[in-house]
Every structure is written in structure tokens, then in C-alpha cells.
């Protein structure tokens, strides 16, 4: 097979997904495991978007629609952009593939952070593109390292913000200076998976430099809206940056359902604000067990959150995982010492504590 395969697939260390729970169930023989390995949403998603969903199935002989009218509507509707400024992806993920694909030249390069969301290096590398990874500084995108480091070749740069794992965020202070002076020929991508859960007054309105810079904003419908499974997210860009994307992506990249589920969750308001609240409560409790353990963790404006287990992480992940208890360990990312965690309902950051204590 080694003959076959391109040089830069066979170098590619894969992504390693959150363990679910049917599989630890069945390998480990439990009876009760709780996740919280994906940051996904604890509360499941909005009823509203179940029942729409439900009601779709009657179509599903038909392909989706390929410009996805509705959804594109609803959402340009939200953010007082023209539906022009949108395009939907499978997930975000496809997304971070399409802009690649749409701006990276072969001999150009992609910049983004260490410690970052994997998924940036790897669908760069899987097309064959040179990614340039930038230390974190503090456990935060280090903006003056990542100037410092763009050269002639470099076309997109990557900023998860807020970023996964460390939680950590570039201020709107922080983007202004950092924009200020970006060369106008690369794209800045702001990847703001996490937006719904930021609990701080200087995150970027980073919507307000769509017009003027090539600034690409992606979302996702997989955390707050609790819709991981029908995989749905968009980007928000100025026009002509979408209409070139729109050349690179599948006709039907997202699915009737997806569309469907989309369109409904962005009416249940209820279900978004139940889960925020869930959230913060969960950070605050867990915040206060981990001083209690005497463990240091970092603050997170998201709904995980990373923690210094002082000893493997692995061997942590692994000890937990026999108690039915799924964390992230994070050996992929270089984190050797450490444990992601995604805040749970309050019976699950519980049992979390109660099973941490026991294995640490
Ligand atoms: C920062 C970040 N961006 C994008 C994604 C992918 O989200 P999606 O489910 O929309 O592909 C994730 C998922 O964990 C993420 O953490």
C-alpha cells in the first residue's frame, strides 16, 4: 500500500476523535459511561429542531437544496449580512478544507498556532500544504510571534478563538492591532466554534471586518446548538471570498436534515439559553473542585476546560475510562501532563470529580 499512497497521507498522524460511548460500553463492558471528550452539548439538542427534523424525512428521496436558500436566509437574516456572505459547510471541518483549497497555492503556506484545533494542520497537510506552527505564549495565540512569522508564501492564517483546548482568547484589542496591519493578499480566518459560550466583554465583534479585510468567520451548529451529528456549519466573508469557496465545495455538501435541524434550532432561543447557563454553572463548580484538589486548570471562556493532572495524561484518560468516565487525554496536541474535560450536567461534572479524585 506504502507505494501507492501519497508521501504526505502516509506522514499524516490521523485525528483522534473523542471515544463514544456505544464503543466504550461494549469494549469495557460498562453499563453507565458519560462523555465528555467532544465539547458537545450535554442538554442534547433543541426539540424544535427534532421535530423539523422528523418531518423532513419525508424527502429524503430528494437531494438537498445546493445553495441551502432557507438556511442561508434565516442566518444572513441574524447577522445583517446578505445570504451572499455565506456559505454552508458539513461541519466547520469541511469548511477549514474548502478555504484551503480555494486560496493555498501549492508552494504557500498555512500559519497557525501550537497548541491549536488539530484539524487546520492536518487537512493542510492531507492537500499538501506547508503549515507554519506558531508556540502558544502563555497558553495563548501568540498575535506578535504569528506577524512575525508570515512571509512571502503565506496565505491563510488560522485563529481558533476561543481556542480549543486551552480555552484561551484573543481580545478584541488584541485582533484590532493584530488586522491593523495584515498584508491585504492572505485570508485571516477566525474560527469561532465556541462563540455562544463566551462569558467576557472584550471578545472580538469580528463580523465587523468582513467588508473591508479578507477575514473569513467560521460557526458551527455542533456545540451550542447541540447538532454535532447532522454536521452543519457556515462561514461569513465578504462576497467575493464566498463565491470563490462556493467553486470548491461538493453541490451537496449538506445534507436535507441538516438544513432542516439548522433552521429550526436558530428559532428555539430557550434551548441556546438553557445551555449557556449549564455551562457557566458547570465551570463554576468545577473551577471550585479543581482548587479543592489542588489542581491547576486554566480559566476557559468555553465549555471545556484543560487541566494539569501532574502525571500522564494518558494513564489518567485511560484510568477513567475504566470507571466509565470519557476525557480527552492530550498526548496529540504535545500536552503531555494534561486532560481536556467538557462541562457536563451537573450529575456528570460530579461523577467527573468523584472519578478524578479516585484515580489521581
Ligand atoms: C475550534 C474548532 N473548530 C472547528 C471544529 C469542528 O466543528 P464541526 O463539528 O463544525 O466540524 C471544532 C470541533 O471540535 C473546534 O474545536
Known amino acids: 500500500m506504502k507505494e501507492i499512497t501519497r508521501k504526505n497521507i502516509l506522514n499524516i498522524k490521523p485525528y483522534v476523535a473523542g471515544r463514544p460511548i456505544e464503543e466504550i460500553k461494549r469494549q469495557l463492558r460498562l453499563k453507565k459511561v458519560i462523555k465528555l471528550a467532544s465539547n458537545e452539548n450535554p442538554l442534547g439538542s433543541s426539540a424544535k429542531a427534532r421535530i423539523a427534523i422528523i418531518k423532513g424525512l419525508k424527502s429524503i428521496n430528494r437531494y438537498p437544496d445546493s445553495d441551502g436558500f432557507y438556511l442561508k436566509r434565516k ?16 461541519g466547520s471541518d469541511e469548511l477549514i478544507e474548502i478555504i484551503i483549497k480555494t486560496f ?8 497557525t498556532a501550537d497548541v491549536t484545533f488539530l484539524e487546520y494542520e492536518i487537512i493542510a497537510k492531507t492537500i499538501g500544504r506547508k503549515v507554519k506552527k506558531i508556540p502558544l505564549k502563555y497558553f495563548k495565540y501568540d498575535l506578535e510571534a504569528i506577524r512575525r512569522n508570515i512571509d512571502k508564501k503565506t496565505k491563510v492564517i488560522f485563529i481558533a478563538n476561543p481556542n480549543n483546548p ?3 482568547y484573543v481580545t478584541k484589542y ?12 492572505l485570508v485571516l480566518v477566525l474560527d469561532e466554534a465556541y462563540d455562544a459560550f463566551i462569558d467576557v466583554n472584550d471578545f472580538p ?9 479578507n477575514v473569513i468567520i467560521l460557526k458551527t451548529f455542533s456545540k451550542s446548538y447541540g447538532l454535532a451529528g447532522l454536521r452543519v456549519g457556515y462561514a461569513i466573508a465578504n462576497q467575493e471570498i464566498i463565491s470563490s469557496m462556493e467553486k470548491a465545495r461538493q453541490p451537496f455538501n449538506v445534507n436535507s436534515l441538516a438544513q432542516i435541524g439548522a433552521i429550526a434550532a436558530l428559532d428555539d432561543k430557550k434551548f441556546l439559553q438553557r445551555s449557556r447557563k449549564l455551562i457557566l454553572q458547570g465551570k463554576r463548580y468545577l473551577y471550585a473542585a479543581f482548587r479543592k484538589l489542588g489542581l491547576i486548570y486554566l480559566p476557559s471562556v468555553s465549555n471545556f476546560i484543560l487541566i494539569d493532572v501532574g502525571r500522564e495524561g494518558v494513564s ?3 484510568d477513567m475510562l475504566k470507571s466509565g468516565v470519557i476525557v480527552r487525554d492530550m498526548e496529540q496536541y504535545g500536552l503531555k501532563n494534561y486532560i481536556r474535560v467538557t462541562v457536563g450536567k451537573r450529575k456528570e461534572n460530579e461523577r467527573f470529580i468523584k472519578v478524578l479524585k479516585k484515580v489521581l
Open 104 to 111: 493555498v497555492e501549492e508552494d504557500e503556506n498555512v500559519v
Open 205 to 213: 465583534n469580528s463580523l465587523k471586518y468582513i467588508k473591508n479585510k
Open 166 to 168: 486551552t480555552g484561551t
Open 75 to 90: 442566518l444572513a437574516g441574524r447577522l445583517w449580512v446578505k445570504p451572499e456572505n455565506i456559505i454552508l459547510g458539513n
Open 316 to 318: 489518567v484518560f485511560n
Open 174 to 185: 488584541e485582533l484590532e492591532d493584530f488586522i491593523k496591519d495584515l498584508p491585504a493578499d
